[in-house]
């Protein structure tokens, strides 16, 4: 059966093709990419061809490598907003992308240069994803690929682009799809055919597969959560000029473009940068009820830092003090600059070995390193980057920590484990095993958060589930725990 995570040509890691000696690669002729080279006068697709370099030859990832490159050069408005949807769309859409290609080409796509491949994902997104048009596409790539490796390349890139917009998207897909159901889906939305089967498996089956898909591949709204106690979701909406979230009271969603770090509110720190669903996960972590005090939080996994703002604002609230965890060093100093002024201590170490300064707590969180298939829309090239042998070291660590977030505990308080992917290797089977182990006890998660519907596993299953297409929330999972 074909694997769609592997288009014909394409890489399946989605690095691209390893750095080589030119001499040794065989394909088209193709020049060097010089210092001196003459910019074409287009910032926008020069930033977007940039960051699949950095993608492609530093696995990098392209939400932290654009920003970076679009403030450095200064690029605003109509082209900043091109350059994202540009690179964004290529890296999200690149299996798709190379399938395409490798049908137009006669050679692995390995064997070509990375500046060409690269010119050329870029070309075809715009061909087949964007209303640019054709002619506008083509003569683009060609003047990038002319500044950046010379005129010896050009033709070839021209020819391909020409074949490659002899049809459009949808007459690609019926042409290069697997002929099996969840293979088509998986091609027609980009998406390696593991994480399709994974996505079905968490679902239940596939009725709503095609919608999960599909709000996966598209590029995610921007959600500030407003730091409680000092500023309202109502007024930061009124100062941004976006819209009330709908589940958390905290939230709300961007309506307008630009860097949402440039917004006062976001300088001042009166509110971060958050995804609605990292923020209802925060916020069921405080709602089930603790006999006794309450006062004692722990986030054991708290890098960037965005979970620890608010619970370290809303322990505040309660007289109490939040410890948080991380384990890297420039991940705790994250959380120190983003939890400032509020009764958080932050420490640095590995969370399931590390000295606190309580001997339990009433609540803590265990936000689990994971796969991060929930977060595919914001890390677009993460879907080709990832690989179903990834799980099985994930799951060990994810068991090890909640364990450890149990033991940290004192009996009746309650321990919520998170994860921001719906795989169920990483998400009810975790939960179910380690409760098994320890006897502690599931609580009925969905009832904690009534005002989100449709977030019940599918069979009973323990925990609740967030999805884009359900939700407009990135696909995170959680459960609660009390330690008996």
């Known amino acids: 059966m074909t694997d769609s995570s592997v288009p014909p040509g394409g890489h399946r890691s989605g690095r691209g093709p390893r750095k080589r000696d030119d001499k040794r690669r065989s394909g088209p002729p193709r020049g060097r990419q010089g210092p001196n080279r003459p910019p074409t006068g287009d910032p926008a697709?020069?930033?977007?061809?940039?960051?699949?370099?950095?993608?492609?030859?530093?696995?990098?990832?392209?939400?932290?490598?654009?920003?970076?490159?679009?403030?450095?050069?200064?690029i605003s408005g109509r082209d900043a907003a091109l350059a994202t949807e540009?690179?964004?769309?290529?890296?999200?859409?690149?299996?798709?992308?190379?399938?395409?290609?490798?049908?137009?080409?006669?050679?692995?796509?390995?064997?070509?240069?990375?500046v060409v491949l690269d010119t050329l994902?870029?070309?075809?997104?715009?061909?087949?994803?964007?209303?640019?048009?054709?002619?506008?596409?083509?003569?683009?790539a060609v003047e990038l690929?002319?500044?950046?490796?010379?005129?010896?390349?050009?033709?070839?890139?021209?020819?391909?682009?020409?074949?490659?917009?002899?049809?459009?998207?949808?007459?690609?897909?019926?042409?290069?799809?697997?002929s099996d159901d969840l293979g088509r889906l998986a091609f027609t939305h980009a998406h390696p055919r593991w994480i399709a089967e994974v996505f079905a498996r968490a679902l239940g089956g596939e009725e709503e597969l095609a919608a999960a898909l599909a709000a996966d591949d598209t590029r995610p709204a921007v959600h500030l959560a407003a730091r409680p106690g000092e500023i309202s979701a109502e007024e930061l909406a009124a100062i941004t000029g976006g819209e009330e979230s709908p589940y958390s009271p905290y939230g709300v969603l961007l309506t307008e473009g630009g860097d949402p770090g440039e917004l006062a509110p976001v300088r001042e720190g009166l509110a971060v940068v958050q995804d609605e669903g990292s923020q209802l996960v925060a916020l069921l972590a405080t709602r089930a009820p603790v006999d006794g005090e309450d006062t004692r939080w722990l986030d054991l996994c708290a890098g960037p830092g965005g979970k620890a703002v608010m619970l370290g604002a809303l322990v505040a609230i309660e007289g109490g003090t939040l410890d948080a965890v991380d384990r890297a060093p420039h991940r705790a100093r994250l959380v120190e600059q983003a939890t400032e002024g509020l009764p958080v201590r932050v420490h640095t170490g590995d969370a399931r070995e590390l000295t606190l300064p309580e001997a339990a707590y009433d609540r803590v969180l265990v936000d689990a390193p994971c796969t991060g298939l929930?977060?595919?829309?914001r890390r677009p090239e993460a879907r080709w980057r990832r690989q179903p042998d990834d799980v099985a070291e994930l799951t060990a660590l994810q068991r090890e920590l909640l364990r450890a977030g149990l033991e940290?505990?004192?009996p009746g308080g309650v321990v919520t484990y998170a994860t921001c992917s719906p795989h169920p290797d990483e998400t009810a089977a975790v939960v179910a095993a380690v409760a098994a182990e320890t006897g502690a006890e599931v609580l009925d998660t969905p009832e904690l958060l009534p005002e989100v519907p449709d977030t019940a596993l599918p069979d009973g299953a323990p925990g609740l589930q967030l999805w884009p297409h359900r939700h407009g929330t990135d696909a995170m999972y959680a459960a609660v725990l009390r330690k008996r």
Do not use: M
């Open 45 to 74: 697709r020069e930033a977007a061809l940039d960051t699949l370099r950095a993608v492609r030859e530093d696995a990098a990832y392209a939400n932290l490598v654009l920003p970076s490159l679009l403030r450095e050069r200064r």
């Open 374 to 377: 929930g977060a595919l829309r």
């Open 408 to 410: 940290r505990t004192r």
């Open 145 to 178: 690929v002319r500044a950046r490796a010379g005129s010896r390349p050009t033709g070839f890139v021209n020819a391909v682009l020409r074949k490659v917009a002899e049809h459009d998207e949808a007459a690609w897909v019926e042409r290069l799809a697997p």
């Open 86 to 114: 540009l690179a964004y769309g290529a890296c999200r859409a690149q299996g798709l992308l190379d399938a395409v290609i490798g049908a137009c080409v006669d050679r692995p796509l390995d064997g070509l240069d990375g």
């Open 121 to 140: 994902r870029l070309g075809t997104q715009q061909l087949l994803r964007t209303r640019v048009p054709p002619h506008a596409a083509v003569g683009a």
